[in-house]
């Protein structure tokens, strides 16, 4: 059975194509009770260039072409830099 779903997910993956991305990130570290926030907005700016600045495929896309999305990560702990949290995409 694990073979069987292996192979459709290989073959699956065949026909996927990737696109480049327009994406908003927001963190919410409030659950933390963390009071330097900082390290967080520093976490979203950069979560946000990688994610647009990334070449994900071999293909020129136009600004318009694009995919727009959105991740709202929620931490809802942090302790010695372990994070535990959510993403919503």
Same mark, same amino acid.
């Given at each position: 059975m694990n073979r069987?779903?292996l192979?459709?997910?290989?073959?699956?993956?065949?026909?996927v194509?990737?696109?480049?991305?327009?994406?908003?990130v927001?963190?919410n570290?409030?659950q933390t009770g963390?009071p330097n926030l900082q390290?967080?907005? !520093?976490l &979203?700016?950069?979560?946000?260039e #990688?994610?647009?600045?990334s070449?994900?495929?071999?293909? *020129?896309?136009? !600004?318009? &072409?694009r995919?727009?999305?959105? #991740?709202f990560?929620?931490i809802s702990?942090?302790d010695n *830099?372990?994070?535990?949290?959510?993403?919503?995409?």
């Amino acid at each position: 059975m694990n073979r069987l779903l292996l192979v459709i997910v290989f073959i699956v993956s065949l026909g996927v194509n990737a696109q480049e991305f327009n994406a908003t990130v927001a963190v919410n570290a409030e659950q933390t009770g963390n009071p330097n926030l900082q390290v967080f907005k !520093t976490l &979203e700016r950069s979560l946000t260039e #990688f994610i647009n600045n990334s070449k994900w495929t071999s293909v *020129d896309y136009r !600004t318009e &072409e694009r995919i727009n999305c959105s #991740f709202f990560i929620t931490i809802s702990s942090y302790d010695n *830099d372990v994070f535990s949290a959510t993403v919503q995409v």
